[in-house]
């Protein structure tokens, strides 16, 4: 079975994303029959607009949220079991409340956001479900005292807004979220760290030997990717030692130089040298041909700085 190498996959990639923008706790237990609620989001109080970079996922965030992904399309009791984790954490805050001698705000209970692939019409039926103004269709509320909805991923447009919920869907949907996350800019927001917690999942699904259909798929995508971007690490990482061989030789010949012009120096000036950029020193090695005294380099220096 690889469904709980999922769930720790879907509940490390919502922290990741969501840790910006308040209190993420994942497998937080409640009261009465020990039940987990995989994550327990509370925005922070000063929210910040960043969080519109997340679509859909951040219109989640926007309030408290208990967020319940599955990776196999939610049962009827799955989804029952997630409203009474609902219900448990608006009595415990209830309670919590009454001693403080507060008054519970509607806006501290969080919503309940089930995430799954799939959902049948008959299922969403039961429910009472409804698809409300200005919200994307695939995303179905329950009746509003119940502060729940039914995310049916498969059914989500394949729009920007929508990527990062796209990735823990199944199949050729999560297939082409990877194909649009590793299209994104290389700076873009949380692209590199999703991609790492990707590449964290194919690991744990090729050591397992019950692998699913959808699974086999997920590893032969990935893999032309992953060896790609390994290979990229890789040249980036010559690179950079190529940079940083040719900046360490720099700082060497301009400090012979420098002693052989002015002295010998004391080690807070070598220190400012070493932090010098390959451009800096390579003014610093003309510059230093006028220098007659250890005054004429700290001039040089300070010059830099300002």
């Not at 919503?111 to 919200?135: C, H, M, Y």
């Not at 979220?177 to 590449?199: G, H, R």
């Not at 893999?223 to 030692?241: I, N, T, V």
Request: glycine share 6%; hydrophobic share 35%; proline share 4%.
């Amino acid at each position: 079975m690889t469904r709980f190498i999922h769930d720790k996959f879907a509940k490390d990639y919502l922290e990741e994303l969501l840790k910006d923008y308040g209190e993420v706790k994942a497998s937080e237990k409640v009261s009465g029959e020990i039940k987990e609620i995989d994550v327990l989001f509370t925005p922070a109080k000063q929210q910040s607009s960043n969080i519109q970079i997340l679509g859909l996922l951040g219109r989640f965030a926007e309030q408290p949220a208990i967020i319940e992904p599955y990776r196999n399309p939610a049962s009827t009791d799955e989804i029952c079991d997630c409203i009474l984790k609902l219900l448990e954490i608006k009595a415990l805050l209830r309670r919590e409340a009454k001693t403080n001698k507060t008054k519970l705000q509607d806006s501290e209970i969080p919503k309940l956001w089930v995430l799954t692939p799939t959902i049948s019409e008959t299922r969403l039926s039961s429910f009472g479900t409804i698809q409300k103004a200005g919200w994307l269709s695939g995303v179905h509320f329950l009746p509003d005292a119940l502060r729940t909805a039914i995310v049916a991923i498969h059914q989500l447009p394949q729009t920007p807004e929508t990527l990062w919920l796209r990735l823990l869907g199944r199949g050729s949907v999560q297939s082409q979220a990877i194909i649009e996350l590793q299209a994104l800019p290389l700076d873009y927001p949380y692209q590199k760290e999703t991609l790492e917690l990707v590449y964290n999942l194919r690991e744990n699904l090729r050591v397992n030997q019950e692998l699913e259909a959808d699974d086999r798929e997920l590893i032969m995508r990935l893999e032309p990717l992953y060896q790609r971007d390994r290979e990229q690490a890789k040249e980036e990482g010559r690179q950079e030692g190529r940079q940083e061989g040719r900046q360490e030789g720099k700082q060497d010949l301009i400090l012979r130089l420098l002693n052989r012009r002015i002295g010998e120096i004391d080690t807070s000036l070598i220190e400012r040298i070493q932090g010098l950029s390959l451009e800096q020193l390579e003014n610093l090695g003309e510059a230093l041909l006028d220098f007659s005294s250890v005054a004429d380099l700290e001039t040089w220096l300070n010059q830099q700085s300002t």
